[in-house]
C-alpha cells in the first residue's frame, strides 16, 4: 500500500489517495517514518537473524530453536527462547526430528480405490445407520501402537476399538466384530452384507 502511494502521490497527492482507499493519512506517514528508522526491536532482530542464521548454519543446519538459543547463551548473547523460535520461524529454520517416521497406510496402486458409499456426507439419522472407522499410531516407551476404533456417527461415540502391535487388516476387522457384537445393528449388518467392499 505505501508502495502505491509513493509511486501515485505525485500526481493525485496523499490525502486523495487516502481518501479512495479508505486508510488515514497519518497511517501513511507513520509508515514511511518507521521505515526510514526502523525500530529498535526490528534492528536487534536484524542483528540476531545473522547470529541465528551463523549458528544453524555451524552446526549442519540440524539444531532447532532450542539448541541455537543454547549456543547463543554460551556466546553471551542474551535472548529469549521465544525470540530465536520467532525468527527462525520467519527465516524458515527447522531443526531436524530425531527417529523414524511412521507409515500407517501403503496403497497398492495395482487395487482399485473402495467406493465412496456416503459422498463425504457424515450424518446419520439415528444411531447405528453409519458408522465409520480409521486407525492410527501412538508412541510409548516400548515403541509405536496402533489402534483401530469404529465411531458411530449420529452419537460421536466410538463403538469398537482394538489395539496392536502390528498394523495388519486383522485388528481393524476386530474393532469391527467387537462393535457388531455390543450394538447388533441390524440395518448396518445387512449393508455390510450387500457391500462386500466396505469389509
Same mark, same amino acid.
Given at each position: 500500500?505505501?508502495?502505491?502511494?509513493? *509511486?501515485?502521490?505525485?500526481?493525485?497527492? !496523499?490525502?486523495? #489517495?487516502? &481518501?479512495?482507499?479508505? #486508510?488515514?493519512?497519518?497511517?501513511?506517514?507513520? @509508515?514511511?517514518?518507521?521505515?526510514?528508522?526502523?525500530? !529498535? &526491536?526490528?534492528?536487534?532482530?536484524?542483528?540476531?537473524?545473522? =547470529?541465528? &542464521?551463523? +549458528?544453524?548454519? =555451524?552446526?549442519?543446519?540440524?539444531?532447532?530453536?532450542?539448541?541455537?538459543?543454547?549456543?547463543?547463551?554460551? *556466546?553471551? /548473547?542474551?535472548?529469549?527462547?521465544? @525470540?530465536? *523460535?520467532?525468527?527462525?520461524?520467519?527465516?524458515?529454520?527447522?531443526?531436524? #526430528?530425531?527417529?523414524?517416521? !511412521?507409515?500407517?497406510?501403503?496403497?497398492?496402486?495395482?487395487?482399485?480405490?473402495?467406493?465412496?458409499?456416503?459422498?463425504?456426507?457424515?450424518?446419520?439419522?439415528?444411531?447405528?445407520?453409519?458408522?465409520?472407522?480409521?486407525?492410527?499410531?501412538?508412541?510409548?516407551?516400548?515403541?509405536?501402537?496402533?489402534?483401530?476404533?469404529?465411531?458411530? !456417527?449420529?452419537?460421536?461415540?466410538?463403538?469398537?476399538? &482394538?489395539?496392536?502391535?502390528?498394523?495388519?487388516?486383522?485388528? +481393524?476387522? =476386530?474393532? /469391527?466384530?467387537?462393535?457388531?457384537?455390543?450394538?447388533?445393528?441390524?440395518? /448396518?449388518?445387512?449393508?455390510?452384507?450387500?457391500? @462386500?467392499?466396505?469389509?
Amino acid at each position: 500500500m505505501t508502495r502505491f502511494i509513493e *509511486e501515485h502521490r505525485q500526481t493525485y497527492g !496523499v490525502g486523495s #489517495i487516502c &481518501r479512495v482507499l479508505s #486508510i488515514a493519512p497519518s497511517a501513511y506517514y507513520a @509508515t514511511v517514518a518507521r521505515q526510514k528508522n526502523p525500530c !529498535v &526491536r526490528s534492528q536487534k532482530d536484524k542483528e540476531l537473524c545473522d =547470529d541465528i &542464521r551463523r +549458528v544453524w548454519n =555451524d552446526n549442519f543446519c540440524v539444531y532447532g530453536a532450542r539448541k541455537v538459543w543454547h549456543q547463543l547463551k554460551r *556466546e553471551g /548473547l542474551d535472548v529469549a527462547r521465544c @525470540t530465536v *523460535e520467532r525468527l527462525m520461524r520467519r527465516m524458515g529454520l527447522k531443526g531436524v #526430528i530425531r527417529g523414524k517416521g !511412521v507409515r500407517t497406510t501403503r496403497p497398492d496402486p495395482q487395487r482399485p480405490c473402495p467406493q465412496d458409499l456416503v459422498q463425504r456426507q457424515f450424518h446419520a439419522p439415528a444411531p447405528n445407520r453409519l458408522w465409520v472407522s480409521d486407525f492410527t499410531y501412538v508412541s510409548t516407551w516400548q515403541g509405536f501402537v496402533y489402534v483401530a476404533f469404529i465411531i458411530d !456417527v449420529f452419537a460421536r461415540v466410538i463403538v469398537g476399538w &482394538r489395539v496392536s502391535s502390528t498394523a495388519h487388516t486383522d485388528f +481393524v476387522l =476386530d474393532a /469391527l466384530e467387537q462393535a457388531l457384537c455390543q450394538r447388533r445393528p441390524e440395518s /448396518l449388518i445387512r449393508k455390510f452384507l450387500n457391500n @462386500t467392499s466396505l469389509l
